[in-house]
């Protein structure tokens, strides 16, 4: 357990500073985050790639490496995309819809009530 911690931590801190430099060199483009974009595309991207490889194993020091650590912190979209698609692939379309709509609207309102909170205080 405590190797599959590492994985994590190391891969964590991989991610995470990665994401960091995508922000730092790619530019808004008209105020638009293409940097954020672009990352969840390529973590969405690696994530789908990683899971289906003929090697991988859910409790191996890949999935602690690469998927818990780095692309977990280099994105969490990529977790939220890959759950969804695994929905739609178990012909669970509603819950898959449920899914899109209800982390999209809910986070939004949440980062909404999350500034309105620390306006007041």
């Known amino acids: 357990m405590i190797n599959n911690i590492l994985f994590v931590v190391l891969g964590g801190a991989i991610g995470a500073t990665?994401?960091?430099?995508?922000?730092?060199?790619i530019?808004?483009?008209?105020?638009?985050?293409v940097s954020t974009l672009i990352v969840n595309i390529?973590?969405?991207l690696f994530f789908g790639y990683i899971f289906n490889l003929n090697s991988y194993k859910a409790d191996s020091w890949?999935?602690?490496l690469l998927l818990a650590g780095f692309a977990g912190a280099?994105?969490?979209f990529s977790t939220?995309?890959?759950?969804t698609v695994q929905m739609f692939r178990n012909d669970d379309y509603l819950l898959a819809t449920i899914n899109l709509v209800l982390n999209n609207?809910?986070?939004?309102?949440?980062?909404?009530?999350g500034m309105k909170i620390s306006e007041t205080i």
């Open 74 to 76: 280099f994105t969490t």
């Open 62 to 64: 890949v999935h602690y």
């Open 42 to 44: 390529f973590g969405s």
């Open 18 to 25: 990665s994401r960091y430099f995508f922000y730092l060199y």
């Open 27 to 33: 530019p808004k483009i008209g105020g638009f985050p």
């Open 80 to 83: 939220y995309a890959f759950e």
């Open 105 to 113: 609207l809910l986070c939004v309102i949440f980062i909404l009530i």
